[in-house]
């Protein structure tokens, strides 16, 4: 009965690599974020959509791109991994921007 | 655009003591103050949260004031705990499709 979900957990991968993190919400929510913590734990929103349309979109390089299948999955690829691309990646869900937004347990993405 | 202040970066206190963290906001516009609370390795949750309209809200021992005229929220655990050691981070918003903006973060550390 997991609220919102995400996977890979952990993701270890060299430079230069292509990879996808995947999320999925089950609380019929409309609104779903992508957002990066960093080593000094700094939220920072990436991108948000709205049933399934891009609704926010903050100056994020263009390696990284969000798709939404349908408004329950949003999902994050990202190009030619950078070192500082290294980082905690959550996904998160709300009904609407002022309502509670629940976070997903994050994916820990290593660049090596 | 929106700019969020959080002090302290970090507090210690004695198990019982009261903590207090505060939050100035640049955009008077924002209507919509959440409050979330990040243990370690975990994700960020919801703790309570404080709309425009409203100049207090309380819940149990937590408990948020606003103060729209000076941009700024606070908020005050009384009675502290171990369990209450976490990271806590405000945010706020003007709604609509605007975006959540998070502050620093604050480290909070409650001795027992």
């Known amino acids: 009965d997991t609220a919102v979900s995400q996977t890979p957990k952990y993701l270890v991968t060299q430079m230069g690599n292509d990879k996808s993190i995947k999320c999925e919400q089950n609380l019929g929510h409309d609104t779903m974020y992508w957002y990066k913590q960093d080593s000094k734990k700094f939220l920072k929103i990436m991108f948000s959509y709205n049933n399934k349309e891009l609704i926010i979109n903050e100056t994020v390089p263009n390696r990284f791109s969000p798709k939404s299948p349908d408004k329950a999955h949003l999902n994050l690829h990202i190009n030619s991994l950078e070192l500082g691309d290294s980082a905690v990646y959550f996904c998160?869900?709300?009904?609407?921007?002022?309502?509670?937004?629940?976070f997903g347990p994050g994916t820990r993405l290593l660049v090596l | 655009g929106e700019n969020v202040e959080q002090h302290p970066s970090t507090l210690s206190v004695q198990e019982g003591d009261s903590a207090v963290i505060k939050c100035t906001y640049s955009d008077s516009a924002s209507n919509y103050f959440p409050w979330y609370k990040q243990e370690l390795g975990k994700r960020p949750q919801l703790i309570i949260d404080i709309r425009s309209n409203v100049g207090e809200k309380k819940d149990q021992r937590i408990a948020v004031t606003l103060n729209k005229t000076a941009k700024h929220f606070s908020l005050h655990i009384t009675e502290t705990q171990p369990e209450d050691s976490a990271v806590y981070f405000c945010a706020a918003s003007k709604g609509n499709t605007d975006k959540l903006i998070f502050g620093t973060g604050t480290r909070l550390q409650v001795f027992p």
């Open positions: 998160a869900s709300s009904q609407d921007v002022v309502e509670t937004q629940y």
